[in-house]
């Protein structure tokens, strides 16, 4: 299995979807004790620090390197144009995969933050709303 540092367009897209529909966010992270609430312009440099991190971890865990991947600061910008809900699904999977290499991804914050992502991003696909919630 390979790994490599997602884009910053790719963290900028999953964090502006979290921030274009944090009225459905069902979950927000609390690192350090500290709300990370979507609506906070700092708060979501701090998720997107967040995601790279964690990515970087999983590449540097996975190549047995122990320096940053990046050369370059990441800031988080809003990326505005919104690709529909199924891109963003795929979004988190692509990142889940990039960044599963540590024994202990799924329970870190990134694996939260990008789970919260892809279950809000779930309900907004075409028919969602209006499919049987129980099959009977």
Request: with cysteine.
């Amino acid at each position: 299995m390979s790994a490599f540092v997602l884009s910053a367009k790719h963290l900028n897209t999953l964090i502006t979807y979290a921030n274009v529909h944090a009225d459905h966010m069902a979950w927000c992270v609390q690192p350090s004790g500290r709300e990370l609430c979507w609506a906070d312009c700092d708060h979501l440099q701090a998720a997107a620090d967040i995601l790279r991190a964690e990515n970087e971890r999983s590449v540097n865990y996975r190549y047995r390197e122990q320096m940053p991947t990046s050369t370059v600061t990441f800031r988080f910008v809003d990326t505005r144009a919104m690709p529909p809900a199924v891109s963003i699904v795929k979004a988190c999977n692509c990142y889940d995969y990039q960044t599963c290499e540590t024994p202990d991804y799924y329970g870190t914050d990134a694996a939260r933050i990008v789970d919260a992502i892809r279950h809000t991003a779930i309900a907004q696909l075409p028919g969602y709303e209006k499919a049987d919630w129980a099959i009977d």
